[in-house]
């Protein structure tokens, strides 16, 4: 019975480990204490899609205002000057633009009534399985 008792014990401790995190892989890097900026910010430069802050590549998350207004018009984040995550953008009518989520290659866009205009998977830019339009 002991021996039943402790081998049931140790079962139940091995299952209950935390899974450690997955290494970042293959574009899957996570923004290290990230920081949100406005895209107008004056220390950001933009150079052939690299985006750079005081001269470093820029990890991080930059926002942009719709005009005339204080609402959020994109939100992009960037890890080592460019975009990963999640990438937002919105109507005016505070509804969901598009969505981007560069991890998984993922693209959705919306009408500004709500309704899904498109949404493909790509890899390595070029279009992979089905185009829902």
Same mark, same amino acid.
């Given at each position: 019975m002991k021996q039943l008792t402790t081998i049931i014990l140790l079962f139940?401790?091995?299952?209950?480990?935390?899974?450690?995190p997955k290494e970042p892989t293959d574009g899957m890097e996570q923004i290290p204490h990230?920081?949100?900026l406005s895209k107008q910010a004056e220390k950001i430069l933009v150079k052939n899609d690299t985006v750079y802050r005081n001269n470093k590549k820029y990890s991080g998350f930059l926002y942009q205002?719709?005009?005339g207004s204080h609402?959020? =018009?994109?939100?992009?984040?960037?890890?080592?000057?460019l975009l990963t995550?999640?990438?937002?953008?919105?109507?005016p009518n505070r509804r969901l633009m598009e969505e981007?989520?560069?991890?998984?290659g993922k693209q959705q866009s919306f009408w500004d009534?709500?309704?899904?205009r498109f949404? =493909?998977?790509?890899?390595?830019d070029i279009y992979e399985g089905e185009l829902k339009e």
């Open positions: 139940l401790a091995a299952s209950c480990k935390v899974p450690l990230p920081i949100l205002l719709q005009s609402d959020i =018009f994109s939100m992009e984040g960037y890890y080592n000057g995550g999640v990438c937002k953008k919105w109507y981007r989520l560069y991890n998984e009534n709500g309704h899904k949404e =493909f998977i790509a890899s390595n």
